[in-house]
């Protein structure tokens, strides 16, 4: 079967680092997506990983490792509006995203 | 309109009754789709379209139906609403041509049936 697995809540500090974990067992791969999520307002995408390694972009970075079906978002200089949810998105064998639960992320001052 | 627009924004409906969700994007993309989303569940596809004349079912395709009959519109359809399909519902675009074919959402649609 396919499963994305995502802890459900995390809570950071304003100004640390925080480190969003996303393991995966799907059928097929065609690509990982990470996207925002604030609540009541549709996701919004941050990243794409295809192959493995980090891909960083401003204060957002994904890590990719295809062969531990496994990746992360890190999120550095937490800010107050960094509180969302965040989902990680696996492209499937057939070209569908197949979504994880998503991550709420509490940034506390 | 910039992107992708959803109509109504939110509507309460009755069990019973028939309702039509409405989407349109102006990025001329080729690929639509829609998804419900429940709390504590990921997305689920429900219809997708990879071009317009052409649709296909997702996971929970039952009590839904869609059609494609020009690029920009992607219109769902619930035939005789049950309260199971409360929920929210994205629709969602991307270019299935360009190497990330990205989606981009809509605004959401907040669904009640009583």
Request: aromatic share 10%; net charge neutral.
């Amino acid at each position: 079967g396919q499963n994305i697995d995502q802890p459900t809540e995390m809570t950071a500090t304003e100004g640390a680092i925080v480190q969003i974990n996303c393991t995966y067992q799907t059928s097929g791969f065609n690509g990982l997506f990470w996207y925002q999520q604030h609540a009541g307002e549709a996701p919004t995408f941050l990243s794409y990983n295809v192959l493995d390694g980090l891909e960083e972009k401003g204060r957002f970075s994904s890590f990719l490792s295809r062969s531990k079906g496994y990746s992360y978002l890190l999120l550095k200089e937490l800010q107050m509006k960094d509180s969302a949810s965040y989902l990680c998105a696996i492209m499937d064998s057939n070209y569908q995203l197949i979504w994880g639960a998503g991550t709420k992320l509490i940034i506390k001052p | 309109i910039a992107g992708i627009t959803q109509a109504p924004t939110s509507q309460i409906l009755a069990a019973g009754r028939r309702m039509t969700l409405r989407c349109t994007q102006d990025m001329r993309h080729n690929a639509m789709y829609w998804y419900r989303q429940d709390l504590g569940l990921g997305l689920r596809l429900i219809h997708y379209s990879n071009t317009a004349g052409t649709t296909g079912k997702g996971e929970v395709p039952d009590g839904y139906s869609v059609s494609r009959a020009n690029t920009d519109d992607f219109p769902l359809t619930l035939a005789s609403a049950v309260p199971s399909q409360t929920s929210v519902y994205f629709c969602a675009s991307s270019d299935s041509t360009s190497p990330t074919d990205t989606q981009y959402f809509g605004p959401g649609t907040r669904l009640t049936v009583l």
